[in-house]
């Protein structure tokens, strides 16, 4: 599976952005796709993820009630739509797939997009 996120940039605090994932060439049927982001002053955090066939969705607590996770079954797109943003979640965010059901776990994610980069400026 090979993903591609886009939709990020700079950003001033207290502004928004929405990130995109879409899988080359195929569906999310039968994955989980989960945001993940990493930057230099931290070790990459999950934030986010669904497990596409059934809709369950899960949001960190460190980004509940900031970030949402939402799914395009018609376009197989998934969003992650930042509101609030904060200088500390500059970083480089990633989509990630695995077979079946969401982890928490990032270890358990076996694909991975490029990244996208968010910078909020203060």
């Known amino acids: 599976v090979q993903l591609q996120a886009s939709g990020g940039g700079l950003v001033q605090s207290g502004g928004s952005l929405r990130l995109s994932c879409r899988a080359s060439?195929?569906?999310?049927?039968?994955?989980?796709v989960a945001w993940v982001r990493q930057s230099p002053r931290m070790e990459r955090e999950f934030l986010a993820a669904v497990t596409w066939s059934g809709g369950t969705t899960n949001v960190a607590d460190s980004v509940q009630g900031r970030f949402t996770i939402s799914s395009d079954y018609a376009t197989n797109t998934l969003y992650l739509q930042m509101n609030n943003l904060k200088p500390e979640d500059t970083a480089t965010y990633y989509c990630?797939?695995?077979?079946?059901?969401?982890?928490?776990?990032?270890?358990?994610?076996?694909?991975w997009g490029q990244g996208t980069l968010v910078t909020v400026s203060s």
């Open positions: 990630a797939a695995r077979r079946f059901t969401y982890s928490h776990n990032i270890g358990d994610y076996n694909y």
């Open positions: 060439g195929r569906t999310f049927n039968g994955y989980a």
